[in-house]
């Protein structure tokens, strides 16, 4: 079985300041873990992926992500946080058990002001 | 290269009516994922379409159905709506089964009153 767990349903930064999403994860196999991004009333644009290559993984729009197994964690950081960057984020993960069957996490709502 | 894209864009049903929504993938893609995003529910696996075969299922009634056709796009099918089937209906391609990165399209919003 695996699970997500999506540790802030709201995040709130500033124009200009870092952001962090914290995602933590429980699998039964070796998982890849990725990060998908939701605009108001658009599809999950996909951001980044994991699948045990590097354990930093870099994504588009300045987003990255780190795979610590230690902690079972996939934390989303940006060094600065742009207004277009308020969507809803959500943390996935794929036990790779051959079902392809993805696992979302409840999502976290980025909120950036001005 | 074109997304996946689905249609309609919008729909309203009542209660115990059937709708059917469309799902075009990528080109070149063969598998075809579908999820329901419901308020308060989060996003919740439908079906697995590959080669113009149901391959997994997630945990709904069986008026939820579809098919693959031989061009790759899908159907999602759902028979007797009850006004919990409100939600938005994504659709989603990978380039092949146990690919394990899945395109999205736009979704379909289904409103049952």
């Known amino acids: 079985a695996q699970s997500v767990t999506q540790l802030d349903s709201h995040v709130s930064v500033s124009e200009g300041t870092p952001v962090l999403l914290r995602c933590n994860y429980s699998s039964s196999y070796s998982p890849s873990l990725f990060w998908y991004v939701q605009h108001p009333n658009k599809g999950l644009q996909l951001l980044l992926k994991y699948t045990s290559a590097a354990t930093l993984v870099k994504g588009i729009n300045g987003f990255e992500a780190e795979f610590k197994k230690s902690e079972t964690s996939f934390h989303l950081t940006k060094p600065s946080a742009h207004m277009s960057d308020a969507a809803e984020y959500f943390c996935?993960?794929?036990?790779?058990?051959?079902?392809?069957?993805?696992?979302f996490g409840k999502g976290t709502m980025l909120l950036v002001s001005p | 290269e074109a997304g996946v894209t689905q249609s309609p864009t919008h729909l309203i049903k009542t209660r115990g009516q059937q709708v059917t929504l469309r799902c075009s993938p990528i080109?070149?893609?063969?598998?075809v994922y579908w999820y329901q995003q419901a308020l308060g529910l989060g996003l919740q696996f439908l079906l697995w379409?590959?080669?113009?075969?149901?391959?997994n299922r997630g945990n709904f009634p069986p008026r939820f159905s579809g098919r693959q056709f031989p061009n790759y796009s899908s159907e999602l099918n759902v028979n007797a709506l009850e006004l919990e089937d409100s939600a938005l209906y994504l659709c989603a391609s990978s380039l092949r089964a146990l690919q394990e990165t899945q395109y999205f399209g736009p979704g379909t919003r289904l409103l049952v009153l």
């Open positions: 996935v993960v794929s036990d790779r058990s051959g079902y392809s069957t993805l696992t």
């Open positions: 379409y590959d080669e113009g075969e149901e391959r």
């Open positions: 080109s070149g893609h063969t598998s």
